[in-house]
């Protein structure tokens, strides 16, 4: 993590364009903490935030599969006014961006110009495109037309220097514009596997031909966005799809896209070791046929989940019979905000057969042991291996916490030691155990 802030405003999160008001006491018990602004703000892919003559001037929203949200209107005081909102609600608000894909219903073939002068060319998106960034757009060897992605826009390289000052501007402009905004989260990495045949980039080489690689195209664009927006102290995060160690340099934290599916929840907690981890829930299809097993799951990775918030875009929607369980597990989720892995030898081992257990560190105090997948009431053993930080200090206090519990319970307090056995009992299989090393 290069800015702090992302540890600050780990949790639970959404992907909604909904701005009404929140309950926000009940959101906070569901460890809820961020909405990244679901991607229906802007004109078109890349126009995130438009050169407007005034922050008040509206702008005409893309529609989300053909269906207009609210009035199909938008503005820059408008975001500005939602992301303070927001915060003084007690929540972070993560501005769409998408570096490698641009453009809304552009054409296969490049069609008659319709700006006149340079003030107007950034409101029609083929002008854009076409005119203004056409040697960023990906058209494959052997291919007539640009590669298409979400409602017709098209496929860009990030590392085609128009196109990338132009989202280094935007990124300026999210900067200046929306303060209260605690940064971007940005989407679709998983274009960077592939290249652009039109320009060299003075390392990749395909077919013969000397060409230029997106995923580098990514490295150069976030050695410079990833100053700009951690000197103002802004947190990236993204939703890799490209799950590769190399990309992940500049990033603050993860929001990955198929955190429900297993591989991926997996994958990409193994890349956020030491930044926050949010997974997706689409549904309560998700939870199926165990939501005790599906929470429990994140818990030992270390991954929080995505919130059922109003106004979700293909992700969870407000649910009665799902919300006990996040209630259920709220303050457990909460535990992780800050979390690190603790990548220590045979830190714990589970005497216990069948029963899971990670163990994170948060703070440089305190360590958190997840338990996961056991029975009800059974009573599990273990063994502890702190670091020598944890085995000079005066005494460790244990403690524990349960699904459907507020309040952590004292076990005891002992004399650190280089191998410490515990027993906790478990509840619904699981249990949060806390360490904390005391002076």
Request: charged content about 25%; hydrophobic content about 40%; proline content about 6%.
């Amino acid at each position: 993590v290069k800015e702090p802030l992302a540890d600050e405003m780990a949790g639970c999160a959404s992907y909604s364009a909904y701005e009404g008001e929140l309950d926000a006491e009940k959101y906070k018990q569901m460890a809820y903490s961020i909405n990244w602004k679901a991607s229906v703000d802007f004109p078109y892919m890349s126009m995130f935030l438009p050169y407007t003559k005034t922050d008040e001037e509206k702008w005409t929203k893309m529609k989300q599969e053909g269906v207009t949200i609210g009035d199909g209107l938008c503005s820059i005081e408008q975001l500005r006014s939602y992301s303070e909102r927001f915060r003084k609600m007690g929540f972070y608000t993560l501005s769409y961006f998408n570096v490698t894909e641009a453009g809304s219903q552009i054409k296969k073939e490049m069609p008659p110009r319709k700006a006149s002068a340079f003030e107007v060319w950034q409101k029609d998106a083929n002008d854009f495109i076409y005119y203004k960034m056409r040697n960023a757009v990906i058209v494959p060897p052997d291919y007539k037309f640009p590669v298409f992605s979400w409602d017709a826009c098209v496929a860009m390289d990030p590392g085609e220097p128009v196109f990338q000052q132009h989202l280094l501007d935007q990124a300026k402009r999210h900067i200046e514009k929306i303060p209260a905004s605690s940064g971007i989260c940005i989407d679709r990495l998983d274009w960077l596997r592939c290249y652009n045949m039109t320009r060299d980039d003075g390392m990749a080489f395909v077919n013969g031909q000397e060409t230029a690689s997106l995923l580098t195209s990514w490295k150069t664009l976030l050695g410079k966005l990833g100053p700009l927006m951690h000197q103002s102290h802004k947190v990236i995060f993204c939703n890799p799809l490209l799950r590769r160690i190399d990309v992940m340099e500049e990033m603050d934290g993860i929001y990955d896209e198929f955190g429900n599916a297993w591989p991926s929840l997996n994958l990409c907690s193994q890349m956020a070791t030491h930044r926050p981890m949010i997974a997706w829930t689409a549904s309560p299809k998700d939870f199926k046929p165990n939501p005790d097993f599906y929470f429990q799951t994140h818990l030992y990775m270390g991954a929080f989940l995505t919130a059922p918030i109003q106004g979700n875009d293909h992700t969870i929607l407000p649910d009665k019979a799902i919300e006990k369980y996040y209630f259920d597990y709220g303050k457990m989720l909460m535990a992780l905000r800050g979390r690190k892995w603790l990548l220590h030898p045979n830190a714990v081992k589970m005497q216990s057969e069948n029963v899971k257990a990670n163990i994170f560190e948060t703070g440089g105090k305190a360590v958190l042991i997840p338990i996961i997948h056991g029975k009800d009431n059974d009573l599990v053993k273990f063994t502890v291996s702190l670091p020598n930080d944890y085995l000079v200090k005066k005494a460790w206090k244990i403690s524990v916490l349960y699904p459907d519990r507020n309040d952590w319970k004292v076990i005891g307090e002992v004399k650190p030691a280089k191998q410490l056995p515990l027993k906790i009992n478990l509840m619904r299989g699981c249990a949060m155990v806390k360490i904390m090393a005391n002076e």
